[in-house]
């Protein structure tokens, strides 16, 4: 296998863009991609996305997008994942080039989630529980990991504030990033004092409904000449799997499938847990944060929220997470949001991310899930 | 294509009927045709009681498509006294009465219907335990 580096990304602004299209939003990000590579093609181009055939009718995105940015008759398809269709594509496109099939690839993440109502969005997105024994009982997304973090709270004897700092941080971190939906911060009370969707969880604890997209130009790192100073290589990209149900769970409380994405991806780049510098963590639902730092070995069983409370997940801390505002506050346009990640991790390891930017920052870590974590896409970033 | 969908699934929906393994006794809710514990595909069928605790619950103020009608509504998960978990709507109670760990059965109700003249689909949903058999 090559040895595989990011040579470009490009991120549109997340949010509820009324005004735009699925593939304008996947060809901005794509042809900023492109132009941040100085590069003007791709032999292969790989589109995540999880819902564009349910929500805006469009399926064949692959061609689509390679067409739209100039690049028709690449080699192409769409990659689906659920909400780790981004970061599924990026593990794709990784293999491409990594086996020697591909120089150049470029890999897109693209969703429109605001192209239909609300409840039919919620609908869609709870296809990436099981249709016949969770959906069809009326059970959400949001629903199952109110299951989660209830039964988490019980049997570690938290209350809901003990979550509060992921909220908290994200919003903080998203202040200084232009791509992010929610510019502005929140408090703890804020937190407390948020609308119950489905308890415990509240609007304070979820990512929100939104649009975006995000690209990476990917280049065998052998192909690279002196030019190219903010390479950044892939040093691990690894997907686990579990059940897509909970009731089909082992052990509900514990992630497999991040636990086994992580160690293959810490096996695969060399290092340990405690050699990562920053995290760019699942944060969909702040349960999802507290269980995944657990499974990927950040902190002990039961005590993901401790980190937090400690403040080990802000920039300054031990484990820097949500980074540029996590899914939580940059969005979570859901096959979108891995390679929302990848872009943000090379941003820190470029010394690119402003404000935000996490000091000596070598290894960088982006943790993308489908499901309550039926699949777990893993990428390690060194620079 | 919907009616067959929900026909397929009777015997879970009104019997809960899932799989035990021949090779190692495992049994299975909802039914599977490799064992996840020996990984031997000699499994049968096996109807389970519907008893069993609370494992979690919590009650919806936003509805995917089709439950609008229903909100607020209660959903759980319940660890059956045979070893599978179930989830399903939980029913009869008022849910700032529910503790996680209590028991619960299994009833059949009506999920949802499909429109004023579509499908009615009737399935299990849980209830607190009445009295114990
Ligand atoms: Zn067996």
């Not at chain 1, 935000?356 to 290894?363: D, P």
Request: hydrophobic letters at 45%.
């Amino acid at each position: 296998m090559r040895n595989v580096s990011v040579v470009g990304i490009g991120q549109t602004q997340v949010g509820e863009h009324w005004d735009r299209s699925l593939r304008d939003l996947a060809t901005e990000a794509a042809l900023n991609a492109l132009r941040d590579a100085h590069v003007d093609h791709a032999d292969a181009i790989f589109v995540g996305n999880m819902l564009s055939g349910q929500l805006t009718g469009q399926e064949n995105l692959g061609a689509l997008i390679a067409d739209e940015v100039g690049l028709r008759g690449v080699d192409t398809l769409k990659v689906e994942a659920a909400c780790g269709s981004g970061a599924a594509a990026l593990h794709v496109g990784y293999l491409a080039v990594a086996s020697g099939q591909f120089d150049l690839v470029l890999v897109a993440g693209a969703e429109k989630l605001t192209e239909s109502s609300s409840c039919n969005t919620t609908a869609s997105l709870a296809m990436a529980a099981d249709a016949d024994y969770e959906t069809v009982h009326g059970i959400s997304f949001i629903a199952l990991n109110a299951l989660l973090m209830k039964r988490y709270m019980y049997e570690y004897d938290l209350v809901p504030e003990d979550f509060a700092a992921f909220s908290v941080n994200a919003h903080a971190n998203a202040v200084h990033n232009p791509n992010a939906m929610f510019r502005s911060p929140i408090t703890v009370e804020h937190y407390k004092r948020a609308r119950d969707i489905s308890d415990p969880i509240s609007v304070m604890d979820s990512a929100p409904v939104c649009d975006g997209a995000a690209a990476v130009v990917l280049m065998a790192t052998d192909n690279l000449n002196g030019n190219r100073a903010r390479a950044i290589k892939i040093a691990a990209s690894a997907i686990g799997s579990d059940s897509l149900g909970l009731h089909d769970r082992r052990d509900p409380m514990w992630l497999s499938a991040v636990e086994l994405s992580s160690q293959k991806a810490y096996r695969q780049a060399g290092i340990a847990p405690q050699d990562v510098n920053l995290f760019e963590v699942h944060d969909a639902f702040s349960i999802m944060s507290v269980m995944s730092l657990e499974a990927a070995g950040f902190a002990a069983r039961g005590r993901g929220a401790l980190l937090a409370r400690e403040g080990a997940i802000t920039p300054q801390g031990k484990l820097p997470i949500s980074t540029m505002g996590g899914l939580k506050a940059r969005g979570h346009p859901v096959g979108a949001t891995g390679v929302y990640q990848a872009a943000e991790v090379v941003q820190q390891l470029r010394g690119e991310a402003g404000k935000n930017q996490v000091a000596n920052a070598h290894v960088g870590m982006a943790q993308s899930l489908g499901g309550i974590a039926a699949n777990a896409v893993t990428h390690i970033f060194v620079n | 294509m919907d009616l067959a969908r929900h026909w397929r699934l009777k015997d879970q929906r009104y019997r809960l009927e899932g799989t035990v393994c021949a090779d190692c006794g495992a049994k299975f809710f909802p039914p599977r045709q490799v064992c996840l514990e020996c990984k031997s595909t000699n499994l049968t069928p096996r109807e389970f009681n519907g008893h069993g605790e609370l494992y979690s619950f919590t009650t919806l103020r936003s509805a995917p498509m089709g439950f609008e009608d229903q909100v607020p509504y209660t959903v759980g998960v319940v660890k059956l006294d045979e070893g599978p978990m179930v989830e399903a709507q939980i029913t009869d109670v008022n849910a700032d009465a529910l503790k996680i760990g209590q028991r619960m059965e299994m009833v059949t109700r009506k999920l949802r219907a499909q429109g004023d003249n579509g499908l009615i689909i009737y399935g299990y949903k849980f209830r607190p335990e009445t009295k114990a058999d």
